[in-house]
């Protein structure tokens, strides 16, 4: 599938409408709940700005119930103060939409290019800024995103020509009306290396000048100390315990665990008449089918009767609620460790992950996670971050694990099946550079 200018690569990033020059074809990255939008935009400035150049500007979305912010480069042709065009169409079709969370357009522009907005519960999607050269990838790329799943679209907007159900068909500019120029609550690109920014970078870059300093310093003074004592006959000092591995070093393979959780899944799924199995929760290590009695002709000797026949080794059984409820369970074998330094940055794996949940018809959450681990001598040592995402997903735990494991230094912490809704739910924490 395209992204926001694969198939117009080299091609201007910017939309003129009359008078008026726009940013467009950027990457939207969301906001974590924990995280600050300027902490993100710098952690991630440092990679690319999704289209394989270093990013230089950016442009928030902090004031949306979901805030957001695009990367973009000066080198591709942007520049400071542009007003972003998605951030333009959002305002515009939210005040036309009665503020509607949903909405995708597609429009031809006056060179002949094409343009396609995607918003999605109230969040515009990484592929949501989208320029095209030819109609066809255009077109293929607006109608892919209209598939069902992820629930109606409230305001639909497309050419006659490509008769989408229930669009309408203005033109870009006649959808924007009034809102051209833009008003001042549009955001605009921005440069990332603001002067407070070089401030903290000058100020990290002399703390950071510093504690080395001491380290070298300090690293000769235990060598020379050690080296008096053993002059002096005295036994040098055993050098300090080695830090404990990082948390990836233990992570199981993604496509092992969902093998195993996929293989638990259908040997608990037992039919026994007058219960029905309502959930499933499986980690790779152990496994779990909860099931609801129905009727009252079926009583628990039921469930077990079924366990013992037709259930696998070590199976086992219990039964609560006044007998109205049971749930048997599993010892899985410990998937093998497949330790994966984390080796993506953190923009290529959001743009990653966040791809795969909008082609798969699914919905996610994604929150950010550090952790200090123990060093020498129980210690502080170095802080390493994940992005932890919950997905929720029609399809099961086979199809996920081939995207998952393609991601070094990533793990599934817990997978689900909801019975009542024919849905699961994926727990994964994703490590990265």
């Given at each position: ?6 198939a ?19 990457v939207w990255?969301?906001?974590a ?7 993100e935009v710098r ?6 700005s ?9 442009v928030p979305?902090?004031t949306?119930?979901?805030?957001q912010?695009a ?11 542009q ?7 959002d305002?515009?079709?939210r005040d036309a ?8 357009g597609?429009?031809r522009?006056?060179?002949g290019r ?6 999605r519960?109230?969040?515009i999607l ?6 095209f050269?030819r109609e066809a990838?255009?077109r ?6 209209l ?21 309408g068909?203005?033109?870009l ?5 009034n809102?051209l120029?833009?008003?001042r ?5 921005r440069?990332?290396?603001?002067n407070?920014?070089r ?16 380290w070298h310093?300090q690293?000769r003074i ?6 008096l004592?053993i002059?002096a006959?005295v ?5 300090p ?8 070093a233990?992570?199981s ?7 195993r ?5 259908r040997?608990l799924?037992l039919s026994v ?6 959930a ?5 290590r152990d496994a ?10 079926a ?5 077990a009767?079924a ?6 080794d ?5 039964v ?11 010892a ?15 923009a290529r ?5 966040w ?13 950010t996670?550090r ?13 390493v971050?994940a ?19 393609r ?7 817990t997978?689900q ?5 024919e849905?699961w739910?994926y727990d994964?924490?994703?490590?990265h550079r």
């Amino acid at each position: 599938m395209p992204g926001p200018r694969d198939a117009a690569r080299g091609a201007d990033p910017t939309v003129t409408l009359g008078r008026h020059t726009l940013a467009a074809a950027l990457v939207w990255h969301t906001v974590a709940e924990d995280s600050d939008l300027l902490e993100e935009v710098r952690d991630l400035a440092s990679g690319d700005s999704g289209h394989g150049t270093a990013a230089d500007l950016y442009v928030p979305r902090a004031t949306a119930e979901i805030p957001q912010f695009a990367l973009g480069a000066s080198a591709e042709g942007l520049r400071a103060g542009q007003p972003s065009l998605a951030a333009l169409l959002d305002l515009v079709l939210r005040d036309a939409d009665g503020g509607t969370p949903d909405a995708a357009g597609a429009w031809r522009l006056d060179d002949g290019r094409y343009y396609v907005f995607l918003r999605r519960d109230g969040a515009i999607l990484p592929d949501g800024d989208a320029l095209f050269a030819r109609e066809a990838d255009a077109r293929d790329h607006f109608l892919a995103s209209l598939t069902p799943g992820g629930g109606p679209w409230h305001a639909l907007h497309a050419p006659e020509a490509w008769s989408v159900a229930g669009a309408g068909t203005d033109t870009l500019e006649q959808v924007l009306g009034n809102a051209l120029p833009p008003p001042r609550r549009v955001a605009v690109l921005r440069p990332v290396a603001s002067n407070t920014m070089r401030r903290a970078g000058l100020a990290a870059g002399v703390a950071l000048l510093v504690a080395l300093t001491a380290w070298h310093q300090q690293g000769r003074i235990v060598d020379g100390a050690n080296a008096l004592m053993i002059r002096a006959g005295v036994k040098a000092q055993p050098a300090p315990p080695a830090p404990p591995p990082p948390p990836w070093a233990a992570a199981s393979d993604p496509a092992v665990v969902a093998a195993r959780c996929a293989d638990a899944f259908r040997a608990l799924g037992l039919s026994v008449p007058g219960w029905t199995p309502t959930a499933f929760t499986c980690d790779g290590r152990d496994a779990s089918l909860a099931f609801q009695r129905d009727t009252a002709v079926a009583g628990p000797e039921w469930m077990a009767a079924a366990v013992r026949r037709h259930g696998p080794d070590g199976a086992r059984l219990t039964v609560g609620g006044e007998a109205e409820r049971a749930t048997v369970r599993l010892a899985l074998e410990r998937p093998d460790a497949m330790p994966r330094p984390p080796a993506w940055r953190q923009a290529r794996l959001r743009n990653h992950l966040w791809d795969v949940v909008a082609r798969a018809e699914s919905r996610g959450r994604v929150r950010t996670d550090r952790r200090t681990l123990p060093g020498r001598e129980g210690g502080p040592g170095r802080t390493v971050r994940a992005l932890v995402a919950e997905i929720t997903s029609p399809f099961p735990p086979r199809r996920w694990a081939d995207a998952l494991a393609r991601i070094p230094g990533s793990e599934i912490e817990t997978i689900q099946w909801h019975g009542r809704k024919e849905m699961w739910s994926y727990d994964a924490r994703l490590w990265h550079r």
